[in-house]
């Protein structure tokens, strides 16, 4: 079966690895809360984000907004 998976093309994989991410995600949400549950939640939303291909974007976003925010910080 692992050899199927990694014949898949790249694409491929990371969109297996989204789904299956998202719905440990979905099954986590419906366990009691406690701090593993919220620990792994964190790691596969995370993940999740990463799959989809969300980090980048949102790291390169959050890193222009705090430049800008503290230049004005600065010159204030």
Same mark, same amino acid.
């Given at each position: 079966?692992?050899?199927?998976?990694?014949?898949?093309?790249?694409?491929?994989?990371? /969109? $297996?690895?989204? &789904?299956?991410?998202? !719905?440990?995600?979905?099954?986590?949400?419906?366990?009691?809360?406690?701090?593993?549950?919220?620990?792994?939640?964190?790691?596969?939303?995370?993940?999740?984000?990463? /799959? $989809?291909?969300? &980090?980048?974007?949102? !790291?390169?976003?959050?890193?222009?907004?705090?430049?800008?925010?503290?230049?004005?910080?600065?010159?204030?």
């Amino acid at each position: 079966m692992f050899e199927k998976y990694m014949s898949l093309p790249p694409i491929g994989r990371r /969109a $297996i690895l989204a &789904v299956v991410l998202f !719905l440990i995600c979905i099954v986590d949400a419906a366990l009691p809360k406690c701090g593993l549950t919220d620990f792994i939640f964190a790691v596969c939303i995370s993940a999740w984000f990463w /799959a $989809i291909g969300l &980090v980048r974007p949102t !790291l390169l976003f959050l890193y222009y907004l705090l430049r800008v925010v503290f230049r004005y910080q600065i010159y204030k």
